[in-house]
């Protein structure tokens, strides 16, 4: 498992080496801090982190060691004390103290956070009020020196007791203590938030990758069952075709007088036989809607001849029941650019299952019409104005009296094997394939196929098939 | 556990683990109230909103041993909030030893069993398996009404393979005593592992009577660890070879 960074940033912050003062502290805030102490105690402040890296300075002029900066040898010593100041280590007791030319006095402390140094800060310089005049070493060391001159100067330079400068340097490291806990308090809550954030992405992350897999799989395995549909419905249908075919010679006499019951029976079987054929077309048909294997035979189709033909088809089977089977095409229709063949078994399809549930002296009219569809479906999520353009379409409508579809089962109907209520089902008989198929070429057809409810009874199918294919799907 | 050679140091991490509100700040709470100032730094909450933890608690303890080891101990809380699992796995990284706080009232037992399940499954998600972490168990909020009984606790406790402790963190009853029964655990687990003691010249009875001084026990070590209710404290200490 890798580590994200930010995992890795928490963990050295936390339980590794620490944060370097540098990312405690905002250099300029911790500038205007030691601006303020040196202001309030009259004695400079500079702070290093544990490189040596002057973070703030908040430094004084003292004008004798101004004064002693213009004298050719004092210079120098004021020079190396500032170096040996910048340098001094603070020592295991943290503080240390070092005392200049001029008499001044710098004090050095160790920056602690949580157990560990991470800088140095520095004070001064002071001159304790026990110096009462310039030091001798000074006055030795440098020839030039105008003693009136420092002596005045020494006068006006900041005077702080040792035992003051203790109390000073302790409120500076406690203050300093203070942002830089802070420091790593925003720190951390910087980088617990990002890490979190990332943990929280690798999680979901992984759940994506998880559900991929299995959609994955699930896809293959579709497929894998519209192939088996195909090839099972292929191998079904070649021993049926003989079953069929010799029920028929059978019928016909080929192999002598078929009397009586003999009769009757061969007649089942062949019966039987068609219809098993019929449900296992279905079965290919949807599989091969299915898997996309199914092309499309579009030519230049007029819709009345297709009406009347698809009524005249299914009149007896309607005759039989005792419904009445009405066809009504609008007249001057433009003819369609679709595959005839399956238009015809959509409604086919339709009508058949309009007269299975439509009781003994109901109606069932087909008719067709001009009329405009959405140019796309999907508007209620917006951009209507564009999805919502109307394109003109012919209406097919399918309406029967029948016992209906209750609306809450309406959008269900459509699914492959789903029946509305499986009683009727036995009663009525069917396999649930038919609608599935009709959307199906509907939809190769981009066309659009809906339900809506008869008044005052019944139901009506209603496809729409465009005059003008849209660009937008294959 | 990091080491560092060069200076001698060792930084071990301690997770306080439970469901929420349990009382695993509580615990860092008492501890740093009853640990010495030069031991202890400041307690860190991380962004809190109605005093619940979002990120983490974090006490930082330091030691150092007679041997001249410095022992720097992270203590951290998770949030015990359901919803901060992924942060919950990212404080868990790493952790040396776990002290589970559990709530004692009987309503809260379903929570404390979802939380092991959960402290379960992070470690796992780390690579590691609830066997291989040292843990305590304690039973904390012992004067509330209605929690489960002493015997209760102390039958199954006895059964169990962790120590468990009764405590009452809000008047810092028993918060040094599961402490030092988790130090001792995951100080025996690494010392197996790594050999500290010998590398470091490193008494461990001593470094631990030390840690409990400066947590102002006058109790030894001995007498604090045997505070539990149940488990066994030497479980993880290395096979003794004949």
Known sequence: MTIPAQRDRVEELTVGKGARLEELVDRESLSQLAKSFAELSGVGMRVFDSDGKLLADASL?????????????????????????KNLDPGPTGQASIDGVSGGRYRVLALEHDGRRVGRLVLGPYFPPSLKDIPAALIELEPALDLDRARGLLTMAPRVTDESMDRLAQHARAALDVVMFSGLKALLTG??????????????????????????????????????LATVSHELRTPLTSIIGYSEMLLEGIAGEVVGEQREFVTTIREKGEQLLT??????????????????RRGTLDVAPLVKDVAQTMAPHAKKKGIVLQADVEAGLPALWADGERLRQV??????????????????RISAKLASMAAASGADEGGLVLLGAQRTAVEFRVADNGIGIPESERGRVFDAFYQVDSSSTRE??????????????????????????????????????????STLRP | MQLDFVNRELTIKLVYYGPALSGKTTNLQALHKVAAPGSSGRLMTLETK?????FFDLLPLSFRSQSGLAVRLKVFTVPGQVIHASTRRLVLQGADGVAFIADSRTT???????????????????????????????????????????EEIAKLGAQGREPVYLAVAMRGLGVVESFIGLLHLTWSALDAEHDLGRKFGFDAREFMNGVAKKLGEQRGTDELL????????DVLRPEVTP
């Open chain 1, 61 to 85: 002029p003292v004008e004798l060691v101004t004064y002693l900066t213009t004298l050719k040898v004092a210079k120098t010593a004021v020079e190396s004390t500032v170096s040996s100041v």
């Open chain 1, 191 to 228: 980088s617990m938030h990002l890490a979190s954030v990332r943990e929280s992405y690798r999680e979901l992350q992984s759940k994506q990758d998880k559900l991929q897999v299995a959609y994955d799989r699930l896809k293959e395995l579709d497929r894998l069952k519209s192939n088996f």
């Open chain 1, 279 to 296: 449900l296992i077309k279905g079965l290919l048909d949807l599989s091969k809607l299915e898997s996309g294997t199914m092309s499309l």
């Open chain 1, 347 to 364: 409604l086919l399809n339709l009508i058949e299952n309009a007269i299975k549930f439509t009781p003994t002296a109901g109606s069932v």
């Open chain 1, 428 to 469: 009525q008989g069917g396999t649930g394939l038919g609608l599935s198929i009709v959307k199906r070429l509907v939809e190769g057809h981009d066309g659009a196929v809906r339900v809506e409810a008869n008044e005052p009874q019944g139901t009506v199918f209603v496809v729409a098939i465009p005059l003008k294919r």
């Open chain 2, 50 to 54: 109605d005093d619940r933890t979002l």
């Open chain 2, 108 to 150: 809260e037992t379903q929570a404390n069993t979802d939380s092991f399940m959960d402290l379960k499954e992070n470690l796992r998600e780390h690579g590691l398996s609830l066997r291989q972490m040292p843990l305590v168990i304690q039973f904390n909020k012992r004067d509330l009404p209605d929690i489960r009984s002493d």
């Open chain 2, 226 to 233: 045997a505070a539990c209710v149940g488990g066994a404290l």
